[in-house]
T-cell receptor, first 114, second 116 residues
Framework: AQTVTQSQPEMSVQEAETVTLSCTYD???????LFWYKQPPSRQMILVIR??????QNATENRFSVNFQKAAKSFSLKISDSQLGDAAMYFC???????????FGQGTRLTINP | GAVVSQHPSRVICKSGTSVKIECRSL??????MFWYRQFPKKSLMLMAT?????????EQGVEKDKFLINHASLTLSTLTVTSAHPEDSSFYIC????????????FGQGTRLTVV
Protein backbone atom coordinates (compact mmCIF):
# COMPACT_ATOMS: atom_id res chain seq x y z
CA ALA A 1 0.00 0.00 0.00
CA GLN A 2 1.06 3.52 -0.73
CA THR A 3 0.72 6.14 2.00
CA VAL A 4 1.69 9.77 2.36
CA THR A 5 1.82 11.48 5.74
CA GLN A 6 2.00 15.16 6.54
CA SER A 7 2.38 15.57 10.27
CA GLN A 8 1.98 19.35 10.39
CA PRO A 9 -1.67 20.37 10.08
CA GLU A 10 -0.71 24.05 10.28
CA MET A 11 2.41 26.12 9.89
CA SER A 12 3.05 29.82 9.96
CA VAL A 13 5.98 31.95 8.91
CA GLN A 14 6.88 35.59 8.76
CA GLU A 15 6.91 37.16 5.37
CA ALA A 16 10.36 36.94 3.73
CA GLU A 17 11.41 34.11 6.03
CA THR A 18 11.97 30.47 5.12
CA VAL A 19 9.66 27.62 6.05
CA THR A 20 9.89 23.88 5.62
CA LEU A 21 6.90 21.59 5.26
CA SER A 22 7.36 17.93 6.10
CA CYS A 23 6.18 14.87 4.25
CA THR A 24 6.93 11.20 4.63
CA TYR A 25 5.74 8.41 2.42
CA ASP A 26 5.75 4.68 2.32
CA UNK A 27 5.98 2.48 -0.73
CA UNK A 28 7.57 -0.78 -1.66
CA UNK A 29 8.03 0.33 -5.25
CA UNK A 30 11.31 1.59 -6.64
CA UNK A 31 9.95 3.78 -9.43
CA UNK A 32 7.73 6.57 -8.27
CA UNK A 33 7.19 10.31 -8.35
CA LEU A 34 6.62 12.78 -5.57
CA PHE A 35 4.78 16.07 -5.80
CA TRP A 36 3.90 19.13 -3.82
CA TYR A 37 0.62 20.80 -4.71
CA LYS A 38 -0.63 24.15 -3.51
CA GLN A 39 -4.33 24.82 -2.97
CA PRO A 40 -4.96 28.53 -2.37
CA PRO A 41 -8.32 29.88 -1.18
CA SER A 42 -9.59 29.65 -4.76
CA ARG A 43 -9.35 25.84 -4.29
CA GLN A 44 -7.51 25.43 -7.63
CA MET A 45 -4.83 22.77 -7.26
CA ILE A 46 -1.48 24.03 -8.51
CA LEU A 47 1.59 21.89 -9.00
CA VAL A 48 4.48 23.43 -7.11
CA ILE A 49 7.26 20.95 -7.69
CA ARG A 50 7.86 17.31 -8.62
CA UNK A 51 10.65 14.86 -7.98
CA UNK A 52 11.44 11.65 -9.79
CA UNK A 53 12.59 9.02 -7.32
CA UNK A 54 15.43 7.88 -9.57
CA UNK A 55 16.98 11.35 -9.52
CA UNK A 56 19.34 12.03 -6.66
CA GLN A 57 19.39 15.75 -7.22
CA ASN A 58 16.76 17.67 -5.31
CA ALA A 59 14.25 19.50 -7.48
CA THR A 60 14.06 23.28 -7.32
CA GLU A 61 11.63 25.77 -8.78
CA ASN A 62 12.60 29.35 -8.02
CA ARG A 63 11.87 29.88 -4.30
CA PHE A 64 10.67 26.31 -3.84
CA SER A 65 13.00 23.40 -3.27
CA VAL A 66 12.72 19.93 -1.86
CA ASN A 67 14.86 17.80 0.39
CA PHE A 68 14.38 14.29 -0.93
CA GLN A 69 15.74 11.62 1.38
CA LYS A 70 14.96 8.37 -0.39
CA ALA A 71 16.25 6.01 2.28
CA ALA A 72 14.27 7.81 4.95
CA LYS A 73 11.26 8.16 2.62
CA SER A 74 11.11 11.84 3.37
CA PHE A 75 10.18 14.63 0.97
CA SER A 76 10.09 18.07 2.57
CA LEU A 77 9.33 21.35 0.83
CA LYS A 78 11.31 24.47 1.57
CA ILE A 79 9.86 27.84 0.68
CA SER A 80 12.37 30.65 0.73
CA ASP A 81 11.59 34.34 0.97
CA SER A 82 7.96 33.58 1.83
CA GLN A 83 5.40 35.82 0.22
CA LEU A 84 1.81 36.57 1.17
CA GLY A 85 0.69 34.76 -1.96
CA ASP A 86 2.24 31.56 -0.66
CA ALA A 87 -0.53 31.25 1.91
CA ALA A 88 -2.44 28.08 1.04
CA MET A 89 -2.98 24.43 1.80
CA TYR A 90 -0.03 22.37 0.67
CA PHE A 91 -0.44 18.73 -0.22
CA CYS A 92 2.31 16.20 -0.67
CA UNK A 93 1.48 13.41 -3.11
CA UNK A 94 3.02 10.31 -4.60
CA UNK A 95 2.47 8.37 -7.80
CA UNK A 96 3.78 4.92 -8.51
CA UNK A 97 5.28 4.44 -11.97
CA UNK A 98 2.80 2.41 -13.98
CA UNK A 99 -0.11 3.28 -11.73
CA UNK A 100 -2.67 5.98 -12.37
CA UNK A 101 -3.58 7.23 -8.94
CA UNK A 102 -2.07 10.09 -7.01
CA UNK A 103 -2.05 9.48 -3.27
CA PHE A 104 -2.30 12.65 -1.22
CA GLY A 105 -1.21 13.50 2.27
CA GLN A 106 -3.50 15.19 4.76
CA GLY A 107 -2.30 18.67 3.90
CA THR A 108 -0.58 21.50 5.75
CA ARG A 109 -2.18 24.90 6.04
CA LEU A 110 0.49 27.57 5.63
CA THR A 111 -0.11 31.06 6.95
CA ILE A 112 2.17 33.94 6.05
CA ASN A 113 2.37 36.68 8.65
CA PRO A 114 3.04 40.17 7.28
CA GLY B 1 -0.22 24.82 -20.70
CA ALA B 2 -2.88 22.21 -20.16
CA VAL B 3 -6.20 23.57 -18.99
CA VAL B 4 -8.98 21.64 -17.34
CA SER B 5 -12.28 23.39 -16.85
CA GLN B 6 -15.06 22.33 -14.52
CA HIS B 7 -18.63 23.50 -14.77
CA PRO B 8 -20.45 24.67 -12.81
CA SER B 9 -18.18 26.14 -10.16
CA ARG B 10 -21.07 26.25 -7.70
CA VAL B 11 -24.41 24.50 -7.72
CA ILE B 12 -27.27 24.27 -5.28
CA CYS B 13 -29.85 21.55 -5.75
CA LYS B 14 -32.82 20.23 -3.88
CA SER B 15 -32.64 16.98 -2.00
CA GLY B 16 -33.73 14.09 -4.19
CA THR B 17 -32.74 15.65 -7.47
CA SER B 18 -29.74 14.82 -9.65
CA VAL B 19 -26.97 17.16 -10.60
CA LYS B 20 -24.33 16.87 -13.31
CA ILE B 21 -20.81 18.26 -13.12
CA GLU B 22 -18.72 18.56 -16.27
CA CYS B 23 -14.97 18.32 -16.58
CA ARG B 24 -13.40 19.38 -19.87
CA SER B 25 -9.84 19.36 -21.09
CA LEU B 26 -9.65 22.49 -23.20
CA UNK B 27 -6.38 22.14 -25.06
CA UNK B 28 -5.46 18.49 -24.88
CA UNK B 29 -6.97 15.06 -25.17
CA UNK B 30 -7.47 13.53 -21.77
CA UNK B 31 -6.99 9.78 -21.85
CA UNK B 32 -7.74 9.50 -18.17
CA MET B 33 -9.82 11.63 -15.84
CA PHE B 34 -10.10 11.42 -12.10
CA TRP B 35 -12.83 12.58 -9.76
CA TYR B 36 -12.10 13.61 -6.20
CA ARG B 37 -14.17 14.72 -3.27
CA GLN B 38 -12.81 17.14 -0.72
CA PHE B 39 -14.37 17.79 2.67
CA PRO B 40 -13.69 21.10 4.45
CA LYS B 41 -10.07 21.40 5.55
CA LYS B 42 -9.40 17.85 4.43
CA SER B 43 -7.41 16.20 1.72
CA LEU B 44 -8.61 15.03 -1.66
CA MET B 45 -10.33 11.67 -1.66
CA LEU B 46 -10.24 9.83 -4.96
CA MET B 47 -13.69 8.66 -5.96
CA ALA B 48 -13.06 7.08 -9.35
CA THR B 49 -10.73 6.80 -12.30
CA UNK B 50 -12.17 7.08 -15.76
CA UNK B 51 -10.44 6.04 -18.96
CA UNK B 52 -12.00 7.26 -22.18
CA UNK B 53 -14.40 4.74 -23.65
CA UNK B 54 -14.28 2.46 -20.61
CA UNK B 55 -16.33 2.11 -17.49
CA UNK B 56 -15.04 4.07 -14.54
CA UNK B 57 -13.15 2.30 -11.78
CA UNK B 58 -14.54 3.30 -8.43
CA GLU B 59 -12.64 3.40 -5.15
CA GLN B 60 -13.77 1.22 -2.32
CA GLY B 61 -16.72 2.70 -0.49
CA VAL B 62 -17.88 4.93 -3.35
CA GLU B 63 -21.38 4.10 -4.55
CA LYS B 64 -21.23 3.72 -8.29
CA ASP B 65 -24.99 3.95 -8.65
CA LYS B 66 -25.03 7.24 -6.82
CA PHE B 67 -22.02 8.83 -8.46
CA LEU B 68 -22.35 8.14 -12.16
CA ILE B 69 -19.26 8.88 -14.20
CA ASN B 70 -19.20 9.10 -17.96
CA HIS B 71 -16.11 9.66 -20.07
CA ALA B 72 -17.52 9.44 -23.55
CA SER B 73 -14.96 11.60 -25.31
CA LEU B 74 -11.31 12.52 -24.95
CA THR B 75 -12.19 16.00 -23.74
CA LEU B 76 -15.21 15.51 -21.51
CA SER B 77 -16.05 13.56 -18.40
CA THR B 78 -19.17 14.05 -16.34
CA LEU B 79 -20.03 13.22 -12.75
CA THR B 80 -23.72 12.90 -11.98
CA VAL B 81 -24.79 12.83 -8.37
CA THR B 82 -28.10 11.00 -8.39
CA SER B 83 -30.83 11.50 -5.82
CA ALA B 84 -28.64 13.96 -3.98
CA HIS B 85 -28.90 14.34 -0.22
CA PRO B 86 -27.42 16.94 2.11
CA GLU B 87 -24.58 14.59 3.03
CA ASP B 88 -23.48 14.71 -0.62
CA SER B 89 -22.71 18.40 -0.19
CA SER B 90 -19.02 18.78 -0.80
CA PHE B 91 -16.31 20.12 -3.07
CA TYR B 92 -15.73 17.95 -6.13
CA ILE B 93 -12.55 18.21 -8.17
CA CYS B 94 -11.59 16.57 -11.44
CA UNK B 95 -8.17 16.08 -12.92
CA UNK B 96 -6.97 14.79 -16.26
CA UNK B 97 -3.87 13.30 -17.79
CA UNK B 98 -2.73 13.45 -21.37
CA UNK B 99 -1.93 9.80 -21.73
CA UNK B 100 -2.37 6.52 -19.99
CA UNK B 101 -0.07 6.20 -17.00
CA UNK B 102 1.03 9.80 -17.36
CA UNK B 103 2.87 11.30 -14.42
CA UNK B 104 1.44 14.79 -14.63
CA UNK B 105 -2.16 15.57 -13.78
CA UNK B 106 -4.01 18.81 -14.50
CA PHE B 107 -6.77 19.88 -12.16
CA GLY B 108 -10.06 21.63 -12.70
CA GLN B 109 -11.06 24.48 -10.45
CA GLY B 110 -13.56 22.40 -8.57
CA THR B 111 -17.32 22.46 -8.02
CA ARG B 112 -18.99 23.35 -4.76
CA LEU B 113 -22.17 21.27 -4.45
CA THR B 114 -24.74 22.22 -1.85
CA VAL B 115 -27.80 20.01 -1.42
CA VAL B 116 -30.68 21.67 0.44
Amino acid sequence: AQTVTQSQPEMSVQEAETVTLSCTYDTSESDYYLFWYKQPPSRQMILVIRQEAYKQQNATENRFSVNFQKAAKSFSLKISDSQLGDAAMYFCASLIQGAQKLVFGQGTRLTINP
Amino acid sequence: GAVVSQHPSRVICKSGTSVKIECRSLDFQATTMFWYRQFPKKSLMLMATSNEGSKATYEQGVEKDKFLINHASLTLSTLTVTSAHPEDSSFYICSATRQLLATEAFFGQGTRLTVV
